[in-house]
């Protein structure tokens, strides 16, 4: 059976920062409430013409390009997102047409901010299954679209960005060794975006209830996460015959640092063990995981043969934690690859393919 290794990192945010005190213009609050509170001193957010696609994108071709590895090589794109950008089409069709993955399948999941911990065990398990070699994962975000910025609940936790891992399959030992996944649908209240969805479409109603933005009960999610992360990394870890000493580092969902310090006492682990960024993005749900993981790898922190474990928690309620033995790219004696230039023939590709559509539209008209 092979195994599925994280050989590719990438990450990408928006550049426009804000900061507490930019919030504390809009509502009631201020830095050193937030900072105690949360962890959080700024975050990134999106500009107009950025979407979970276009960020999605250059986080992707960041890690193609660690992986030293094609668009047109991979086989599955699964993105995830708590900020979708469509309903349907998927992001992740988005993202495999602009990056020029020809023959990808791409599927979009949701799982809110755990998304990213279901998706990339669901990569795992397929390159594990030989039905795939090479997957890429991205979560990417702009929640700041779903904020309601008169909320002071919720508009001073998220923040912009995405971030993506390539999994590829290789004989050798290491990559995913284990993952748990739990659910909890009777907690769907606490954490929800109900607006534009079958239940409430969107019409003038939902829009002036605010359901077109996210609502969130703080204390109950607060409470289920100190209740769950330690829980789920320790169940990974037994899964995977491991204990919290032969981890070097966890790599938390970064959506507060008081649930990070609760989840390092329950695992008797000192907080230095843990990859922290919080205080500069903010909560950015799926993309929060991979982009702390790339700032530790750039670090210097995380290292090749590191065993680490990725722990999440979120909407639905879900939850869950994800080991691994840290890889790095595999080495290959191929060309340098440079997964920027593919970006042009795709553009190109995708012109020329709706040209064609567009014609062919024209003459199945005439047909009829
Ligand atoms: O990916 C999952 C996403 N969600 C989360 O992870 C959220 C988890 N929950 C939390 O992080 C915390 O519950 C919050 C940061 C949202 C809130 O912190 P808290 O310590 O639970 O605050 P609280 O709701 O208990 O409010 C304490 C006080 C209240 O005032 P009173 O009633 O004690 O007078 C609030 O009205 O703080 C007030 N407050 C604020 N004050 C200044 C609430 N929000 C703010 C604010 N600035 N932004």
């Known amino acids: 059976m092979p195994n599925a290794h994280i050989t590719g990192w990438g990450m990408h945010v928006p550049e426009p920062v804000l900061t507490n005190d930019d919030i504390a213009k809009l509502v ?14 700024e975050r990134h957010i999106a500009r107009e013409n950025e979407f979970p696609s276009t960020l999605g994108i250059e986080a992707s071709l960041k890690a193609l390009e ?18 979708p950008e469509y309903i349907f089409p998927a992001t992740a069709c988005l993202i495999q047409d602009q990056i020029g993955a020809t023959k990808a399948g791409a599927f979009d999941l949701l799982a809110a901010c755990t998304g990213f911990i279901f998706a990339t065990n669901m990569a795992a398990q397929a390159i594990r299954s030989g039905s795939i070699k090479n997957a890429l994962v991205v979560g990417t975000e702009t929640l700041s679209r779903f904020v309601n910025w008169k909320d002071r609940n919720t508009c001073i ?59 969130m009960d703080g204390k109950a999610v607060f409470r289920f996460a100190t209740r769950v992360m330690g829980h789920a990394a320790k169940e990974a870890l037994d899964l995977a015959g491991l204990t919290a000493n032969d981890v070097q580092w966890i790599v938390p969902h970064q959506a507060n640092l008081r649930i990070i310090e609760t989840a390092a006492k329950y695992l008797k682990m000192p907080l230095d063990k843990f990859i922290i960024n919080v205080d500069r993005y903010g909560n ?85």
């Open 66 to 83: 660690v992986a030293n590895m094609a668009p047109t090589e991979l086989d599955l794109i699964i993105c995830t997102s708590s900020s």
């Open 284 to 368: 950015t749900s799926t993309a929060s995981i991979p982009i702390a993981t790339v700032e530790g790898v750039q670090k210097g922190q995380i290292k090749v043969d590191d065993k680490i474990v990725f722990v999440g928690f979120g909407g639905g309620l879900t939850w869950g934690a994800l080991v691994a033995e840290w890889t790095g790219p595999i080495p290959t004696t191929k060309k340098h690859v440079h997964p920027e230039q593919y970006r042009f023939f795709a553009r190109l590709r995708s012109f020329v393919r709706r040209a064609i559509r567009f014609i062919e539209g024209l003459f199945s008209r005439k047909e009829l």
């Open 28 to 41: 009631e609050t201020n830095d050193e409430w937030i900072r105690d509170r949360t962890g959080i001193r």
């Open 157 to 215: 936790l998220f923040g912009d960005g995405a971030g993506a891992f390539i999994l590829q399959a290789s004989e050798k030992p290491g990559g995913v060794l284990s993952a748990v996944m739990h659910s909890d649908g009777s907690g769907a209240d606490s954490l929800t975006l109900l607006g534009g969805g079958a239940r409430y479409p969107a019409t003038e109603t939902t829009v002036h209830e605010g359901k077109h933005f996210v609502q």
